[in-house]
């Protein structure tokens, strides 16, 4: 999958996730004119750094400015600086898992059309939680987190399977996410594979 393909298969997809509306379709990329996250206001995506300049235009200090399709060398746009680097990542053949979770444990999910939603607590405490949404064969994994007092008890692999289970029993076998470098090996050992890496950049001046 090239990395076009990629966006224009993540992106309405990751808009049903959040629960924001469609992104509008901008030369070379997308804008999402709302993001509501509490932090920025929209989010311009581009496939390529083709365009970086002509892009810039419909920014302010006030939005994400993210950009695919690195190669070695990338600089950033003046006044820019990195917020991170994440990694798109794939997996075409999605199947059943089973899962395995310790009886301390309560699983609680969230069903709308389109999205679910899991929650593992420890008794009143949110241990683990994650979100897909799925339309047209393709899912879209988000929000995979963990609260560090429950880290290193194999609760993301969990929600990823819960998760991995329900899109599958909704006829979706390709799925689609972007990783932080810390997330990218739990993922590669539920067999996904990195196709590229993205930068997601903020106004030096915040």
């Given at each position: 999958m090239d990395l076009k393909t990629f966006w224009d298969n993540w992106v309405?997809?990751?808009a049903v996730s959040r629960q924001i509306p469609p992104a509008k379709v901008i030369k070379n990329g997308y804008l999402f004119e709302e993001v509501k996250d509490g932090k920025r206001e929209q989010e311009l995506l581009l496939y390529s750094p083709e365009g970086m300049t002509e892009a810039e235009a419909y920014l302010s200090d006030k939005d994400y400015f993210c950009v695919s399709g690195l190669k070695e060398g990338f600089s950033v746009p003046k006044g820019w600086v990195h917020r991170l680097f994440n990694f798109m990542m794939i997996n075409n053949h999605l199947q059943m898992q089973a899962v395995s979770l310790a009886e301390k444990f309560a699983i609680q999910t969230e069903k709308s059309e389109n999205r679910f939603v899991v929650k593992i607590y420890h008794q009143q405490t949110l241990a683990s939680r994650g979100q897909v949404a799925?339309?047209?064969g393709y899912a879209v994994?988000?929000?995979i987190e963990t609260n560090e007092?429950?880290?290193?008890q194999g609760l993301a692999t969990q929600v990823m399977?819960?998760?991995t289970n329900y899109?599958?029993?909704n006829g979706v076998t390709v799925g689609l996410l972007c990783a932080s470098a810390q997330g990218k090996p739990l993922y590669?050992?539920?067999g996904w594979y990195v196709i590229g890496q993205y930068s997601r950049m903020v106004k030096a001046t915040i």
């Open positions: 309405p997809i990751w799925y339309q047209n994994v988000d929000l007092n429950y880290r290193r399977k819960l998760l899109v599958v029993e590669e050992a539920l």
